[in-house]
């Protein structure tokens, strides 16, 4: 199976400089490719670079992570709080971590996922600190509340 990932056509750097308008308006629908000499540049709009970098860099970190749970080490590098959930809560990560990351492909925002990530983590820190857990799950009188 062959994935193609630009299938524009190239152009000389005399090209883009004869017609830049032309191409610049192109490059903010769909990459322009740009050739000079043994060079081959691409021209792409923000947005989309933002995308594709992000998606390789979760990409990257959730693959790393699922190949950490297939072998199933003990402790995770991608994620070292891990070992403070329990086997209940490190799968209900992995699901929403793998659901996360398909929704901002779709809509790319990105920010979901640092979201879910410092959530989770959260949740590690307490469950790693039994008096942090014991002082936040701690029944208060209505009465001891400080307004704000």
């Known amino acids: 199976m062959?994935?193609?990932?630009?299938?524009?056509?190239?152009?000389?750097?005399?090209e883009l400089r004869n017609n830049q308008k032309h191409w610049l308006d192109k490059a903010y629908q769909s990459p322009v490719s740009i050739r000079s000499g043994d060079k081959k540049l691409v021209l792409l709009n923000r947005e989309k670079a933002r995308d594709v970098f992000l998606t390789n860099y979760y990409a990257q970190m959730i693959v790393e992570f699922c190949q950490e749970r297939s072998v199933a080490l003990k402790e995770s590098r991608v994620f070292p709080w891990l070992k403070y959930l329990t086997e209940e809560n490190s799968q209900q990560f992995h699901r929403?971590?793998?659901?996360?990351?398909?929704?901002?492909?779709?809509?790319?925002?990105?920010?979901?996922?640092?979201?879910?990530?410092?959530?989770?983590?959260?949740?590690?820190?307490?469950?790693?600190?039994?008096?942090?857990?014991?002082?936040?799950?701690?029944?208060?009188?209505?009465?001891?509340?400080?307004?704000?």
Do not use: H, M
């Not at 062959?2 to 005399?14: G, P, Q, R, V």
């Open 96 to 148: 929403q971590l793998l659901a996360c990351f398909n929704e901002a492909i779709k809509t790319g925002d990105w920010l979901a996922i640092d979201e879910l990530l410092d959530d989770w983590k959260a949740t590690a820190e307490v469950a790693a600190s039994p008096a942090l857990s014991r002082e936040l799950t701690a029944k208060e009188k209505p009465s001891e509340y400080v307004g704000l």
């Open 2 to 14: 062959a994935i193609t990932f630009l299938s524009d056509d190239f152009i000389n750097s005399k």
